[in-house]
């Protein structure tokens, strides 16, 4: 197989990886806080394509804040936040709903509304993890009226995800469009709506979307892909190093970087390097014999058995 057709079949397949996370949390919890995960909710949403979440740090966290509003004292953030842990640590929606109906007995307090409308969004993104979304859409009925921004751009967001999983493409566009245009540092609109651009070919969508984030390692991942593609070497190559340190373990960022050596640089020894850290550390097998097949071809059409033997012996 030549490199144009792996390069085709990649790109699909990077594209379906990269939008395959949980939602991230506008807010991080002010006690406990190193131990909250950070995690992004995006479109794709089975089980097979959510990256792996350091589950013992977010039962820590979901621990301290039980501890803390397990008492009849226990103020509505300490619920709201027990709430959002619960669903971080995977805890059952029947917890989560446990915690909010808590919650929601102190909504004669007008300080509660605020954090009620908080709990509201976390059983919107359960619901969606589980594909409830006549469910998640209820949730979403009952903050419609919130005059909050950030609430109201966290509500569009859920509404892009949802409207994306019923493959009403156009109205998931305008929701995370929208959805930005109120929160501009919205990072999981602006990923899922990058992703979602990167389908239709306009490049300069994708960076106007995604760049004003590329600190993040998944919004860089989207980029990658698109500087690889228009041949803008030196940005690209500058993103595989910053991919190199921000998550060195994702391996459809070094899929991709190999992919900007082999074809963008003419470097296929260390493209086969990074094909073969691929090989030996993911456990997305679909990825592994992407990178095994590539790998191969590459030692083809170099017509050096010596370069494989060269390229394995490097990383080892």
């Given at each position: 197989?030549?490199?144009k057709?792996?390069?085709?079949?990649m790109?699909?397949?990077?594209?379906?990886?990269?939008?395959?996370?949980?939602?991230?949390?506008?807010?991080?919890?002010?006690?406990g806080?190193n131990?909250v995960p950070?995690?992004?909710?995006?479109?794709?949403?089975?089980?097979?394509?959510?990256?792996k979440l350091?589950?013992?740090?977010?039962?820590?966290n979901?621990q301290i804040?039980k501890d803390k509003?397990?008492?009849?004292?226990?103020?509505?953030?300490?619920?709201f936040?027990?709430?959002r842990?619960?669903?971080?640590?995977n805890?059952?929606?029947?917890?989560?709903?446990?915690n909010?109906?808590?919650?929601?007995?102190?909504?004669s307090?007008p300080?509660a509304?605020?954090?009620?409308n908080?709990?509201?969004?976390?059983?919107?993104?359960d619901?969606?993890?589980q594909?409830?979304?006549d469910l998640?859409?209820?949730?979403?009925?009952?903050?419609?009226?919130?005059?909050?921004?950030?609430?109201?751009?966290?509500?569009?967001?859920?509404?892009g995800?949802?409207?994306y999983?019923?493959n009403?493409f156009?109205?998931?566009i305008?929701?995370?469009?929208?959805a930005?245009?109120i929160?501009?540092?919205?990072?999981?609109?602006?990923?899922?709506?990058?992703?979602?651009l990167?389908?239709?070919?306009?490049s300069q969508?994708?960076r106007?979307?995604?760049?004003?984030?590329?600190?993040?390692?998944?919004?860089l991942?989207g980029?990658?892909?698109?500087?690889?593609?228009?041949?803008?070497?030196?940005?690209?190559?500058e993103?595989?190093?910053?991919l190199?340190?921000?998550?060195?373990?994702?391996s459809?960022a070094?899929?991709?970087?190999?992919?900007?050596?082999?074809?963008?640089?003419?470097d296929?020894?260390n493209?086969?390097?990074?094909?073969?850290q691929?090989i030996?550390?993911?456990?997305?097998?679909?990825i592994?014999?992407y990178?095994?097949?590539?790998?191969?071809d590459?030692a083809?059409?170099?017509?050096?058995?010596?370069?494989?033997r060269d390229a394995?012996g490097?990383?080892?």
């Amino acid at each position: 197989m030549k490199i144009k057709k792996i390069r085709q079949i990649m790109i699909l397949t990077i594209l379906l990886s990269n939008t395959s996370c949980r939602t991230a949390q506008k807010n991080a919890d002010s006690t406990g806080e190193n131990a909250v995960p950070e995690i992004f909710q995006t479109a794709v949403l089975t089980k097979e394509d959510l990256f792996k979440l350091n589950l013992s740090a977010a039962d820590q966290n979901y621990q301290i804040m039980k501890d803390k509003a397990g008492n009849s004292s226990a103020t509505p953030e300490d619920l709201f936040r027990l709430i959002r842990a619960a669903r971080l640590a995977n805890k059952s929606t029947t917890e989560l709903n446990s915690n909010a109906q808590r919650l929601m007995s102190l909504r004669s307090d007008p300080k509660a509304l605020p954090w009620i409308n908080l709990a509201i969004l976390e059983l919107i993104r359960d619901s969606i993890s589980q594909q409830k979304l006549d469910l998640a859409s209820y949730y979403l009925s009952r903050i419609a009226g919130e005059k909050d921004l950030q609430i109201q751009s966290e509500a569009l967001t859920a509404s892009g995800i949802i409207s994306y999983l019923r493959n009403d493409f156009d109205s998931a566009i305008k929701q995370w469009t929208d959805a930005i245009k109120i929160n501009d540092g919205n990072k999981a609109a602006r990923i899922n709506l990058g992703f979602l651009l990167m389908r239709t070919g306009n490049s300069q969508a994708v960076r106007k979307t995604l760049e004003p984030i590329k600190d993040h390692w998944l919004a860089l991942s989207g980029l990658l892909v698109v500087y690889r593609l228009t041949n803008q070497i030196a940005l690209a190559q500058e993103a595989c190093g910053a991919l190199k340190s921000l998550r060195p373990s994702y391996s459809t960022a070094s899929v991709n970087c190999s992919l900007f050596f082999a074809q963008n640089k003419g470097d296929k020894l260390n493209a086969m390097t990074l094909l073969e850290q691929v090989i030996k550390s993911t456990d997305r097998p679909e990825i592994s014999e992407y990178a095994f097949l590539l790998k191969n071809d590459l030692a083809r059409e170099g017509g050096q058995t010596d370069l494989l033997r060269d390229a394995k012996g490097s990383v080892e």
